[in-house]
């Protein structure tokens, strides 16, 4: 990549620069580097001349405007030439930065044509570049180790020419044109002055570029410094210099047009600073050095133009970068942890930190929010208290540098932390600073940064981390106030939710909810397992439209009368059937999709019914996944009269069956159909034998989420051993309970159950006596032996519930029947019916009575 001293090099036909800057102990301009085929000794030139003397090097500076000279006109009277090459010609410019005259650039032309117009042009912008770089601290001299101003100017040289850095400080007795005569103390002193300035900038910073503009056509010819510094790669340029004009911040277009456009362009010189926004997003300084060439009517024809990286020269320019973009980083936070991510991405890393903390101010107290590295041994042990979620109480107490800060509210600044108490004098032994973070008249929170190499702060530095901390310390209240108010709205709907999930028999079950990170409005989702019996489950799953209070409302009456309907004893269809008509009359907008199974636990067999909800997902046992195909009816609250078929799948011991919400699997960057297959895939590399670790794989995915999330998983065992059994329908008749005696008697001989005899048929006496004597209708008895249990139930067609009376007088002959039940029985209970009720008993027996 050709850099612009070779550009000026080859395409300007220039043989050899040099640069003058000015002794001013010595008066007299001295030189420090030279570029080109040979080095300046070789053509004639000095390497020191005094500011008085009558040399055209000296004429240039002290006019102040460039020297052309043709290889007759730089012959002296006495027949000695300035250049010795034959036909060399020689150009002289002035360095000068805001009227400050820092010395002369000096340019030998060997093609003995001389400089035309179009040259002169460019070196004379060559020339204002240079000076830039000599101002920006290039070295005067040759010693230095960062290059000089020609090597600055141009970001490097490469074979076309070398920096000599090996002039010596003595001088000639007599200088070529003047004739001046130096005694030999006057060339020492030159020789022993060295300025001090150094180049500080990095080869990135010192990239330039030159251009030519043909105004008539608006193309341009660019070289690719200069499309490097815009951000556009070489086989991406039109040649358009609107191409080039698009990247421009549109504040500093006007001044740009105002250069470039046929109608203003100028004979003279022009000069200019604006912006550029790269594709990257970054925002660059640049400076143009232009100027016009005329046609042979006078009127301007081209533009030459040289442009270079003024970061160097706006010292302040990255800063105002790093807060505009910390601005927009911090516009988009919502919670403390997000603040934490921007001041990182912002902060750290442009400002090289070798570590950040953040913490807020509770009572006192501060409590750490953020520690970059998150690597333990990159903090101090006291610092580790992070992973504890909270400082100590006497942080502050045990800190006084970090007290003290906090009590003045302002930005601290430490050239090393070597020194200060335990806990802050391993943070920045390079630098240290300690920000605190101020809201109104109170600080809310600290930020640490801590560098371990040598990291000087400057006046733009400083003046970056105090707008910093304002804007940090209004965001992490306001980040506060979100995560207290999300949180609030969190806890609000969990509290709809189920809080801990029933154990059932051959079955496995776990669920996940997650709100909604963006708004802070509650959402619809939930779900719920209902057991039915000692046979049967439910399991449920729901969205209910919208994010609001109405929403989460709608949410839990519906859970509850889906609830309510289910454990009567109602077929799942019906069950839909039943709170749909509940939420049209409702007075309300809102609808809500539903998922409804009932499983049978010893069969396996699971009625589906889907109210315009996804379908489940079933992996079986073999890691095969599939989507249950099962019919479906409109939402809930829609239609009044809509009907929801019931389809009716096996499930496979070692099943897991997948309930969720569309808020996992679709949303403002993911397709559904492409959720469903990562939750597909996901579900076959899991391990089935932990479901809730196969619950988080599936939720880890959902971490910036437009909609709440609902997640319900079943893992279906299967029973290992079934349960017996046997129904009777009791008579009303007068003897009926001998008879349901006699069923239950014969029954346990059946099963080998010997022991509690007395105590199960005591149960099935009282039971089926107040079944009759309470009750109008059907009576029936159901035994159930499940292992080691037997469960005597006897249902009837009165949905009253039995009520266990409180006390019963030694007078009063009925009442006691619940408390034998309750005497007799391991547990006891009553589950509503469809139009009745269920009272149940269990005894558990011993292991050999069974």
């Not at 362009?265 to 660059?284: D, K, Q, V, W």
């Not at 729901?542 to 519906?558: P, R």
């Not at 309907?565 to 809102?590: C, F, I, K």
Request: glycine fraction near 10%.
């Amino acid at each position: 990549m050709p850099t612009v001293t070779e550009q000026v090099l080859a395409s300007a036909g220039v043989a050899m620069l040099a640069v003058y800057v000015v002794d001013e102990e010595a008066h007299g301009l001295r030189l420090t580097e030279t570029v080109g085929e040979s080095s300046g000794a070789a053509y004639g030139l000095w390497p020191w001349y005094p500011l008085s003397g009558g040399s055209p090097i000296a004429d240039a500076f002290r006019a102040g405007r460039p020297l052309w000279l043709s290889s007759e006109e730089i012959a002296a009277p006495d027949g000695d030439a300035i250049v010795s090459a034959a036909g060399a010609s020689l150009g002289a410019l002035p360095l000068d930065v805001d009227g400050r005259r820092l010395g002369c650039l000096v340019v030998v032309d060997c093609t003995g044509d001389g400089f035309d117009a179009r040259r002169r042009g460019l070196l004379e912008l060559y020339a204002g570049q240079v000076a830039l770089r000599v101002e920006a601290g290039c070295p005067a001299s040759g010693g230095s180790e960062s290059g000089g101003a020609l090597a600055g100017a141009s970001a490097g040289l490469t074979e076309h020419g070398r920096v000599r850095r090996d002039l010596p400080s003595g001088l000639p007795g007599v200088a070529a044109a003047g004739g001046a005569v130096h005694d030999a103390d006057a060339n020492a002193a030159v020789g022993r002055r060295r300025p001090e300035k150094r180049l500080a900038s990095a080869a990135d910073d010192d990239r330039a570029g030159s251009f030519t503009l043909i105004l008539s056509t608006g193309r341009i010819q660019a070289d690719e410094h200069v499309l490097d510094l815009v951000g556009i790669a070489p086989d991406d340029f039109d040649g358009r210099v609107e191409t080039l004009l698009a990247r421009t911040v549109p504040e500093d277009l006007p001044a740009l047009m105002s250069v470039v456009e046929p109608g203003n362009a100028m004979p003279g010189g022009r000069e200019l600073e604006f912006r550029i926004r790269r594709s990257t997003g970054e925002l660059r300084w640049l400076r143009l050095r232009c100027r016009a060439l005329l046609d042979p009517s006078g009127r301007p024809e081209r533009l030459l133009g040289v442009l270079v990286d003024a970061s160097h020269l706006r010292s302040s320019t990255d800063e105002v970068s790093m807060v505009q973009r910390l601005s927009a980083l911090l516009a988009t936070a919502l919670a403390v942890r997000d603040v934490g991510r921007s001041l990182v991405s912002a902060l750290r890393e442009p400002l090289g930190a070798d570590r950040l903390a953040l913490s807020q101010l509770h009572a006192g107290r501060l409590v750490v929010t953020l520690l970059d590295p998150p690597e333990p041994t990159a903090w101090p042990e006291n610092w580790r208290s992070e992973w504890r979620l909270e400082r100590p109480d006497t942080l502050t107490g045990a800190l006084p540098t970090l007290t003290a800060a906090l009590r003045a509210g302002t930005t601290c600044l430490w050239a090393t932390s070597t020194g200060l108490e335990p806990g802050l004098d391993e943070l920045g032994r390079g630098g240290l600073a300690i920000l605190p973070l101020p809201y109104g008249n109170r600080v809310v929170g600290l930020c640490l940064l801590g560098w371990d190499k040598p990291h000087p702060f400057g006046i733009e530095e400083r003046s970056l981390l105090t707008a910093t901390a304002g804007l940090v310390g209004q965001a992490l209240v306001r980040a506060r106030a979100f995560d207290a108010e999300h949180e609030l709205a969190a806890m609000l709907q969990r509290s709809l939710l189920p809080r801990k999930l029933p154990s059932l028999p051959g079955c496995v079950t776990v669920a996940r909810y997650l709100p909604a990170t963006a708004g802070l409005a509650v959402g619809g989702d939930w779900y719920d397992v209902i057991p039915l019996s000692d046979r049967f489950v439910a399991l449920v799953i729901g969205d209910v439209q919208g994010h609001s209070a109405e929403a989460a409302t709608v949410m839990g009456q519906i859970r509850t009368a889906i609830r309510a309907y289910a454990v009567e004893g109602h077929p799942p269809d019906v069950v839909v059937s039943h709170t749909n008509r509940l939420l049209v009359g409702m007075e309300t907008d809102a609808f809500a999709t539903c998922c409804y199974v009932a499983l049978d636990t010893e069969e396996g067999d699971a009625w589906f019914v889907r109210a315009g909800h996804m379908l489940p997902v079933v992996r079986e046992p073999d890691g095969t996944t599939r989507e249950v195909e099962t019919e479906g009816g409109p939402p809930l609250g829609v239609l009044p009269d809509a009907e929801f078929p019931l389809t009716m799948a096996p499930l496979s011991p070692g099943s897991v069956l997948t309930l969720l919400t569309d808020g996992l699997v679709e949303s403002s960057k993911l397709l559904l159909e492409d959720g469903v297959r990562r939750v597909c895939e996901t579900l076959s590399a899991a391990d089935p034998s932990d479901v809730d670790r196969m619950a988080d794989e599936l939720i880890r995915g959902a971490e910036a989420r437009d909609d709440d999330v609902a997640l319900l998983l079943m893992r279906y065992d299967g029973l290992t051993a079934r349960p017996r059994r046997a129904g009777w329908t009791v008579w009303r008749l007068p003897d009926a309970v001998m008879h349901a005696r006699r069923f239950t008697a014969r029954t346990m001989r059946a099963w080998q159950v010997t022991e509690e005899t007395d105590a199960i048929l005591l149960i099935v006496s009282e039971l089926v006596t107040n079944a009759i004597a309470h009750t109008q209708g059907e009576v029936r008895l159901d035994l159930t032996l499940a292992g080691d249990r037997l469960r005597v139930a006897v249902s009837d067609s009165s949905p009253r519930t039995p009520v266990k009376p409180a006390s019963v007088d030694w007078e009063v002959t009925g009442g006691r029947g619940l408390l034998l039940v309750e005497a007799m029985s391991e547990a006891w209970g009553s589950v509503p019916l469809s139009g009745g009720k269920q009272v149940w008993g269990e005894v558990l027996l011993s292991p050999q009575g069974v």
